[in-house]
Nanobody, 124 residues
Framework: VQLVESGGGLVQAGASLRLSCTVS????????MAWFRQAAGKGHEFVAS????????HYDDAVAGRFTISRDVAESLVFLQMNNLKPEDTAVYHC??????????????????WGQGTQVTVTS
């Protein structure tokens, strides 16, 4: 499975961005998909995930209500819509896939495949 993220950028606080993750070598209904982020000098932080069926999602408290994970199965794309961005959202955002059960997949070491990441920088 290959994952490629895009859509990052430099924005001001309060702005929106939509990240995309292109998935190849596998089909979305096979995997739990998630977004993680890594700020400078820190470890991977869970952001959001979606079940293989697409019917369930989970968000970290820090982004709940501002970020939305979604997907387009036909195009093999996973999205992260980020609204009302804050400076503390600044990080490299990675998408990951795993066969680990959705309801327990919250840690980076549970994920099998990763993209290279896309930088999101939010200025105040």
């Amino acid at each position: 499975v290959q994952l490629v993220e895009s859509g990052g950028g430099l924005v001001q606080a309060g702005a929106s961005l939509r990240l995309s993750c292109t998935v190849s070598g596998g089909t979305l209904p096979m995997y739990t998909m998630a977004w993680f982020r890594q700020a400078a000098g820190k470890g991977h932080e869970f952001v959001a995930s979606m079940s293989p069926s697409g019917g369930d999602t989970h968000y970290d408290d820090a982004v709940a209500g501002r970020f939305t994970i979604s997907r387009d199965v036909a195009e093999s794309l996973v999205f992260l819509q980020m609204n009302n961005l804050k400076p503390e959202d600044t990080a490299v955002y990675h998408c990951g896939s795993t066969s680990f059960p959705f309801n327990r997949a919250r840690f980076a070491d549970q994920f099998d495949y990763w993209g290279q990441g896309t930088q999101v920088t939010v200025t105040s």
